[in-house]
Structures are given as C-alpha cells and as structure tokens.
C-alpha cells in the first residue's frame, strides 16, 4: 500500500498521510477512508486488487460493482433479497432446508414444464386448504393419477362436513362415449367382497335415501349386465335384494315393499307399458328347467302369492294355463282354447251354494260312465242313466265333482 504525496504538500501534511498509513495496521485504526485505483479483478481468493489471508469486518454496507464469488458459507442476519435469478445447487447432492415459514406463492415461470419431486423420489405428505388442477388439451396423460401400494390403507378418504351440497361430485359435459365413472375391478381373489359399497348407515336418518340414480335422457335408465363362466356349481343371482325391517316395540302400521316398480308413459301414438318384462331361456345342454317367476310366501297371518288388481291375465301366443303340485303329478291345466283338463288322480272340488250349467248343444259331457267312475251326487255314484239327473230339472244343486 502507498500514499500519495503531492508536491505542494508541507512536511506535516506528509507526516500526517504517513502515519494515517500506519494507524491504518492498528487496532485503532483510521478515520480516514482508503481508495485505491488498482483495476485488477479477482478470480479467486488470492486475486484482486485488495488481497487479504485474513478475514474482513465490516460494520456499514458493501456494494460490490460486479460478481460476488464466495468459497465458503454464507450467512446473514437479516433478510437476503435478489433483484434477478437465484440458482441453487449444482448437482443433485446438494440440498436446501427451510427452517422458515414460506410468506409468498410459489408460481412456475411456464405452464406445465415443471415438477414437483418425479418418479423416484417423493414429498412424503402434502398439506393443503384448496387444490386446483389444469390440464392442458395437449397434456397427453390424466390430470390425477393415484398410484397406491399400501395394501392395509385406503387410496382416498374424504371426510365431509357438507349439509346441503354434494360431497363429491363429477360434472361430465363433454362426454360422447365411455363414462362418467368407472369403477373396475379385475382382481383374481375368490374371497367374497363387494366391489362398491354405498352405506348409508344412521338408522335416524328415516328420509335419507342410499341411492338414487336419475336418468333425463337416454331410452335405458339402468343395465345391469351379469356374465358368469365358471364350470362348478352355483347359484347365480343378477340382482339380489336383501330387505329386513324390524320394531323393537311399538304398534304402528307398516307397508313393507321389497320391490315397488312405479311406471307412468304416456304419447300420442300407440303405447304399450310394462311393469316388469321376465324373459327366460333355459340351457341348451343337459337338462334344465326355465321359471319365469318363482314366488314363496309364508309365515303371515294371510299369505296371498300373487294379487292383481285391475286389468286380467292374458296367456298368449301357445301359453296354456296350468296348475300342478311340486312333483307334477296332479294337475289342471288348458289343453286347447276353451278346454280344460284334470290329470288322473287330481281332485276338482266346487264349493259354491250354486252351479249353473248354461244351456246348449252339449252341457256338461262324462265321457266315462261305467258303474265305478263318473258323476257323483252328495257322494253317491249316478251308475245307470241320464234319468237319475233328470229328477233334478229345473233345480240348484250343491254339487262335488270328484274324478278318480
């Protein structure tokens, strides 16, 4: 280091700048500032105009006209601000920990180029008030993947405080095929499960309905489309209804319904409404029997399997009505149009105070009447002749019409 010393300067002046150079080197140091006109730059720690092997104290501020290269750590009591770009690190071994709270957002320079953790390597929990994700129409992959692999834990819960909006809900406006949700599971387990699951579960809640499904547009309102392949024996059910009431006291009046099909149609031109339409086809293969609709009732004070109220029951196309035990062994059944015929062995009884047997061409026609079967009054068996029911001409009989 060195002093300039002007020509006009007295012998104390130089004395003076002299020892300023002096106090400079001790611990009292100097009042006076230092300037240096030296131009070299540094490019390390033993480069530069102004090179020191030991530390620099500095009590006021520091501008520096150009880089800030630092070997060491850096640390500030106060608050770091940068007026351009800050780069941290320069590999991926470096880190960077937060002991501070963020006070700001955090907002990408460009829309879908960066990312938050990658393939490998994870955040561990992410706390939030609101989520909003934007996908792009060129994304190219899902806007929410979930990707869970913990056998024992939920993928989602949702734990709702909603009163009266959805607690869920997906708006598909879009949609010209597929779904809005789909749900598949292709999980090769035979333990017996449940693929979905709605529990509406608080047995207060007496108007609460567990699911309703609407359909404004469309011509089907719901399909249910059960396929079943496997070779053991089972029995197979497309959809079963479990429904259990029960009072643990009281007497109010209940209407249970199991099933309740509730159709209103109407149009200008020919419509034709139906309840339910039952169409079964039986096997191809071995030997199978096709119920149409297998009704049991019991237990009831009144038991009544099946009540039609309004309208008739029509048998139509080569449907015949018929009437037969488990075994088939006795029965009543139509054997053509306006014919009835009773098996052998089968039982017709008729009860009514009276019978009438309306006139024409043939009345009432035994085809058998050989002194051991036939027509049977109060019990007793017409053996002979027409004679024996002519004594009754224009008279009401209680009859019972036994065949054997």
Do not use: C
């Not at 390390?44 to 880089?67: D, L, Q, R």
């Not at 770009?85 to 879908?112: H, Q």
């Not at 029960?246 to 139906?274: C, M, Y």
């Amino acid at each position: 280091m060195s002093a300039n010393v002007s020509l006009s300067d007295t012998f104390d002046q130089w004395r003076v700048k002299n020892n300023e150079l002096i106090v400079m080197t001790q611990n009292d140091g100097s009042s006076n500032f230092i300037k240096l006109t030296d131009t070299t730059n540094s490019t390390s720690n033993t480069t530069g105009s102004i090179i020191s092997t030991g530390g620099i104290g500095i009590s006021k501020s520091m501008v520096i006209g150009e880089n800030l290269n630092v070997h060491g750590n850096i640390h500030a009591n106060g608050n770091i601000t940068a007026d351009g770009s800050i780069t941290l690190g320069d590999t991926d071994t470096d880190s960077i920990v937060f002991n501070a709270d963020i006070n700001s957002s955090i907002i990408p320079s460009t829309n879908g180029s960066f990312d938050i953790g990658n393939t490998s390597m994870y955040w561990s929990n992410g706390f939030f008030e609101h989520v909003k994700l934007h996908a792009a129409s060129d994304l190219g992959m899902p806007t929410l993947e979930i990707n869970a692999d913990d056998a024992d834990q939920a993928a989602i819960i949702i734990d709702g405080e909603q009163t009266t909006v959805a607690t869920f809900r997906i708006d598909a406006d879009k949609l010209t095929t597929n779904s809005a949700a789909l749900f598949s599971d292709n999980s090769a387990s035979p333990i017996t499960r449940d693929s979905v699951q709605i529990i509406q579960d608080n047995p207060v809640a007496l108007d609460a309905t567990a699911l309703k499904i609407q359909s404004d547009g469309g011509i089907t309102g719901m399909t249910l489309d059960k396929n079943f392949t496997d070779v053991n024996a089972a029995t197979v059910t497309g959809l079963y209804v479990d429904f259990d009431r029960t009072a643990a006291s009281g007497t109010a009046n209940f209407t249970d319904i199991g099933l309740n099909l509730d159709v209103t149609a109407s149009g200008e031109g020919v419509t034709i409404s139906t309840g339910l339409d039952i169409d079964v086809v039986g096997s191809i293969g071995g030997t199978s029997t096709a119920i149409g609709l297998d009704v049991t009732v019991g237990s009831a004070d009144t038991n009544i399997a099946a009540r039609f109220i309004g309208g008739e029951v029509a048998l139509l196309a080569t449907t015949k009505l018929s009437f037969h035990d488990v075994a088939g062994d006795e029965n009543i059944y139509a054997t053509g149009d306006g014919a009835l015929g009773i098996n052998a062995g089968t039982t017709l009884t008729l009860t009514a105070p009276t019978i009438t047997v309306a006139d024409g061409s043939v009345d009432f026609n035994i085809a058998s009447h050989d002194g051991t079967n036939g027509l049977q009054l109060a019990g007793a068996l017409v053996t002979k002749n027409a004679a024996h029911i002519n004594t009754t001409t224009n008279k009401s009989l209680a009859l019972a019409l036994v065949f054997n």
